[in-house]
Structure formats: C-alpha cells, structure tokens
C-alpha cells in the first residue's frame, strides 16, 4: 500500500512539473523592451543608405518581430537589416522568403568580405532577374555567423548574448 501511495504521489508530481514557472536564464534577467535600439546605421560598406518603404507583408511579419526591421538601398544593391532582441525563429534564411515570393535559390560559395567577414551567399532567379544575395549576423561584441541556424542554436544556448545585427544584401547580376 505505501509503494503505491509513493507511486501515485511521483506520479501527481509529475504531472504538475509542466505548470511551474520556467526556470530564469540570464537571458530573461534583462527585458527585451530595456534594451535600447541604437538606431539604423546611415551607410554599409562605405556607401550612403537611402531608407525604402516596407510592404505591407513586410509590415505585418514586422509587428511580430522581436527587434526591428528596416529596408535600404545604396543605389546599387537592396539591403534589408534586421535589429534582433532574442534569439527567434521569426529570423530565418534568406532563401526562405525569396523562395516564398517565387525565386528558385541556388547556394553559393561562402562570401568573405574585405574585413574579413564572411557572409552566407546564394543566387536567386525569377524569370530575367539575377540576383546575387548575402547575409549574414552578427554583434557588436564581434560574434558572427554566416547563416541563421548557427546564431540561433549559439543565441538558444546562450553562448551569444544579443542583441544581433542580420544584414542581407541583394544585388542584381548581369
């Protein structure tokens, strides 16, 4: 009788371990509305930004997102910076949403920059248009990944410590 009370009591325990408060990690000991956007950058790469309109689509995503998003463009090349606040599956690759708006996506060799960053790369094609497109994340304490599934497992186990920077570069091809 008594191995049986223990058992039903083990049992109750149990079920009720899904209903405590999460365990804290020290990522939740700073709110992410404290952290404090130091505002979008005004060139890339040595070039001036012009910001560009945000779609309706990109909007909507927009209000979910835990950070902010902005779009601009240097005359040349579209480049999409997101300002990220915890570690999400809302900033995923690329290639994703040009597959989603109807590119067929082609990976690409690793891109690295002349400051030594290296950027994940792909081409992306729709009927005539080429687009050669990188992106990458980054801190400013000089962490970086070259695609989102590094940052997030990295952002997740907590061995980067936001908030991040995910720029993508979008430059047409000839």
Same mark, same amino acid.
């Given at each position: 009788?008594?191995?049986?009370?223990?058992?039903?009591?083990?049992?109750?325990?149990?079920?009720?371990?899904?209903?405590?408060?999460?365990?804290?990690?020290?990522?939740?000991?700073?709110?992410?509305?404290?952290?404090?956007?130091?505002?979008?950058?005004?060139?890339?790469?040595?070039?001036?930004?012009?910001?560009?309109?945000?779609?309706?689509?990109?909007?909507?995503?927009?209000?979910?997102?835990?950070?902010?998003?902005?779009?601009?463009?240097?005359?040349?090349?579209?480049?999409?910076?997101?300002?990220?606040?915890?570690?999400?599956?809302?900033?995923?690759?690329?290639?994703?949403?040009?597959?989603?708006?109807?590119?067929?996506?082609?990976? @690409? $060799?690793?891109?690295?920059? *002349?400051? #030594?960053?290296? /950027?994940?790369?792909?081409? !992306?094609?729709?009927? +005539?248009?080429?687009?050669?497109?990188?992106?990458?994340?980054?801190?400013?304490?000089?962490?970086?990944?070259?695609?989102?599934?590094?940052?997030?497992? @990295? $952002?997740?186990?907590?061995? *980067?410590? #936001?908030?991040? /920077?995910?720029?993508?570069? !979008?430059?047409?091809? +000839?």
């Amino acid at each position: 009788m008594r191995r049986t009370a223990c058992y039903v009591i083990a049992c109750a325990l149990a079920a009720l371990v899904p209903l405590l408060p999460a365990a804290r990690s020290r990522r939740d000991n700073t709110e992410t509305s404290s952290v404090i956007f130091p505002g979008w950058p005004v060139s890339f790469e040595g070039q001036a930004l012009k910001p560009l309109a945000m779609s309706e689509r990109e909007q909507r995503f927009g209000r979910d997102f835990p950070g902010r998003i902005a779009r601009f463009t240097d005359g040349k090349r579209e480049i999409i910076i997101r300002w990220v606040t915890q570690p999400t599956r809302k900033l995923h690759p690329a290639s994703d949403c040009f597959e989603g708006i109807g590119y067929s996506v082609k990976p @690409s $060799a690793l891109h690295v920059d *002349s400051n #030594g960053a290296r /950027w994940g790369s792909f081409t !992306a094609t729709r009927k +005539e248009e080429r687009l050669r497109v990188r992106e990458r994340i980054y801190t400013d304490a000089g962490d970086s990944w070259p695609d989102a599934s590094a940052w997030y497992w @990295s $952002a997740t186990g907590e061995k *980067s410590l #936001g908030p991040w /920077w995910a720029v993508t570069v !979008a430059e047409k091809q +000839e």
